[in-house]
């Protein structure tokens, strides 16, 4: 049984991601930024299904509030011994038009949250010479996209982080692996009117949008006890979008 905190878990990838650790019996720590009604909504739906589950605010840009939140995980269920950084956003606009604070918005919600996540589990994994840390990246990650220049360069920084972090924590015993998902549907995609998702289906060649569920079971490749020889990776699951 591990304990498992991941981030940004009240709905969409992070929702099917906690729901599937949960189904197997593991703690799990679901966090929330700001929709608290869909966390506690979940939070109550795992533990009726006698899932040990907690669910802790905080905004995992902010290095206290992350001190907060792992606290909590430890204080309920001890060591942290599985780290999902699944708390992103995205944006869509002209690269001449980003600002500043679009930039730093981006950059602190998708790539320093997952520095302080990573900093902030590592000790604990250091000493218990075990741990999984997994984070979702994006295919914009390895091949760009077009006015998402600020979250597809968070999203390679992901990918170097990953594969560096590998090599640093490899000797004890902790992996680092990646998922770069395809067009999934999540609330994050809700902004794009049903042409623009028609012609990203079109152009997924196992011709369907993906589900939070696709990349679930993705992560839960990564998580598992046997799955200590991959690391460093970058698993794309995206029905071969690229
Ligand atoms: P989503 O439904 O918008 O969920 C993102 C979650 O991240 C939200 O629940 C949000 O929490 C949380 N979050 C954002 N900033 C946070 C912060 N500072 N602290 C804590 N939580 C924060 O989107 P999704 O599609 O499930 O995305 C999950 C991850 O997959 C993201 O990293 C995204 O970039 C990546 N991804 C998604 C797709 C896709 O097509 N959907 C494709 C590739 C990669 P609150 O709601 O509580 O604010």
Redesign the pocket.
């Known amino acids: 049984m591990s304990t498992v905190i991941v981030?940004?878990s009240?709905?969409?990838?992070?929702a099917a991601v906690v729901s599937a650790f949960a189904a197997e019996n593991n703690n799990v720590v679901i966090?929330?930024?700001?929709?608290e009604k869909e966390a506690i909504e979940l939070l109550d739906k795992l533990k009726k299904n006698g899932a040990c589950a907690i669910a802790v605010q905080?905004?995992?840009?902010v290095r206290e509030d992350v001190e907060r939140l792992f606290s909590e995980a430890e204080k309920n269920f001890g060591f942290v011994d599985v780290l999902v950084n699944?708390?992103?956003?995205?944006q869509q606009k002209l690269f001449t038009d980003i600002t500043d604070d679009d930039y730093d918005r981006m950059f602190n919600?998708?790539v320093r949250?997952a520095f302080y996540c990573s900093q902030r589990a590592l000790p604990q994994m250091i000493h218990h010479k075990y741990g999984r840390i997994i984070n979702?990246t994006?295919?914009w990650g390895i091949s760009g996209a077009s006015c998402e220049v600020h979250y597809s360069a968070s999203k390679s920084a992901i990918v170097g982080m990953t594969k560096a972090l590998a090599k640093e924590v490899a000797p004890s015993g902790i992996t680092v692996n990646a998922i770069a998902?395809?067009?999934?549907d999540?609330?994050?995609?809700s902004g794009f009117d049903s042409e623009t998702m028609d012609e990203l289906k079109n152009e997924t060649p196992v011709g369907r949008i993906g589900t939070?569920e696709d990349v679930a079971g993705a992560v839960m490749l990564f998580a598992d006890k046997g799955s200590g020889f991959i690391t460093g990776q970058i698993l794309g699951v995206d029905g071969g979008f690229i």
């Open positions: 981030t940004g009240a709905r969409g990838i992070g966090n929330y930024k700001s929709s905080a905004d995992v840009s699944n708390a992103g956003i995205a919600c998708n949250s979702i994006s295919m998902p395809g067009v999934i999540t609330p994050m995609n939070p």
